[in-house]
């Protein structure tokens, strides 16, 4: 069964720093990936997706997320950081799209220092 | 012209109590689905349907039901609430080629 890891919690950075969010995926077939975001009281919004292809994948506000295979992670990055990142950050895998199943990680609250 | 809609935004009520939660979608996508978000801002799938036919029925107790009209609506109502009932319940749909889904606002549940 597929899984999803998202290391750390919660993720400090100041403002105009580099954002690294780790997430490792378990899966035995070559996975889809995503990255959510959740602002404080809002619905999840895709940020980006990796189903085939390049394996550097680049999406909304800046993000970036690079899919590697021997490494089984899909970390998402963003080169300066703003106070507007502030949110939760949730990892998600699928490998199937017999039943549309998404798993999702438990989620990294990044923090913006100013 | 909000894509995916929910309602109520808020929603407090006691143990006990009936209550449904309203979904709707303008996408045109064939797959809706309900999600339990925790305290913990922990994100598990409950239910998801195809076109009104149910596909995924989690281990969810049967005090959860699933209801859909149309493909453009899945409603959910819970008997007999609890306080572990308590959570962010989110809608989403999504086409099901790719599986990317797209979230509702989410309601919130308080059960006293």
């Known amino acids: 069964a597929q899984s999803v890891t998202q290391l750390g919690s919660h993720v400090s950075v100041s403002e105009g720093a580099l954002v690294l969010l780790r997430c490792n995926y378990s899966?035995?077939?070559?996975?889809?990936l995503f990255w959510y975001v959740q602002y404080p009281n809002q619905g999840l919004q895709l940020l980006l997706k990796y189903t085939t292809g390049a394996t550097l994948v680049k999406g909304i506000n800046g993000f970036e997320a690079e899919f590697k295979k021997s490494e089984t992670s899909f970390h998402l990055t963003k080169p300066s950081a703003h106070m507007s990142d502030a949110a939760e950050y949730f990892c998600?895998?699928?490998?199937?799209?017999?039943?549309?199943?998404?798993?999702f990680g438990k989620g990294t609250r990044l923090h913006i220092l100013p | 012209d909000t894509a995916v809609s929910q309602t109520p935004k808020y929603l407090v009520t006691q143990m006990g109590n009936d209550k449904s939660i309203k979904c709707e979608q303008n996408?045109?996508?064939?797959?809706m689905y309900w999600y339990k978000q925790d305290s913990k801002k922990f994100l598990k799938i409950m239910f998801s349907?195809?076109?009104?036919?149910?596909?995924i029925n989690e281990t969810v107790p049967n005090r959860f039901s699933p209801k859909s009209p149309d493909k453009a609506h899945l409603n959910l109502h819970i008997n007999s609430l609890e306080l572990g009932d308590s959570a962010v319940y989110f809608c989403?749909?999504?086409?099901?080629?790719?599986?990317?889904?797209?979230f509702g606002p989410g309601t919130r549940l308080t059960v006293t």
């Open positions: 989403a749909s999504g086409t099901g080629a790719i599986l990317e889904q797209y």
């Open positions: 349907y195809n076109n009104k036919e149910l596909i």
């Open positions: 996408l045109g996508h064939d797959t």
């Open positions: 899966s035995s077939v070559p996975p889809y």
């Open positions: 998600a895998v699928s490998v199937s799209n017999r039943d549309d199943k998404i798993i």
